[in-house]
């Protein structure tokens, strides 16, 4: 059974840090491409981060370059997402998502497997 399980938001102020997990389970980890995507009220889903399913190729939203990075442990099955110098535009509920194939991809209708999110929020 496919499941993949978000951790690790929270309330902080801007500046501050958060780091995500994204656990997964059913599937081989490694061959899956593996992306973070969230979504604020009134606002459409966007990607925030993808990874390749080896690890070697990674993508970021321009407006979190700099500030988040995504990597992964294959032994343990999981996904993070660093993220740094959090700011209130940050505030979203924040999900991973896994598709079989190698490459992954920033639209979000590729991906067939989707955790339940996990919320941040960024105080100014």
């Known amino acids: 059974q496919v499941q993949l399980v978000e951790s690790g938001g929270g309330l902080v102020q801007a500046g501050g840090s958060l780091k995500l997990s994204c656990t997964a389970s059913g599937f081989i980890f490694n061959e899956y491409a593996i992306a973070w995507f969230r979504q604020a009220p009134g606002k459409e889903r966007e990607a925030v981060s993808t990874i390749s399913s080896d690890g070697g190729i990674t993508h970021y939203a321009d407006s979190v370059k700099g500030r988040f990075t995504i990597s992964t442990d294959n032994a343990k099955n999981t996904a993070f997402l660093q993220m740094n110098n959090l700011q209130p535009e940050d505030t979203a509920l924040y999900y991973c998502?896994?598709?079989?194939?190698?490459?992954?991809?920033?639209?979000?209708?590729?991906?067939?497997?989707w955790g339940q999110g996990t919320q941040v929020t960024v105080s100014s």
């Open positions: 998502a896994a598709k079989n194939y190698p490459v992954a991809s920033m639209s979000a209708a590729v991906y067939s497997y």
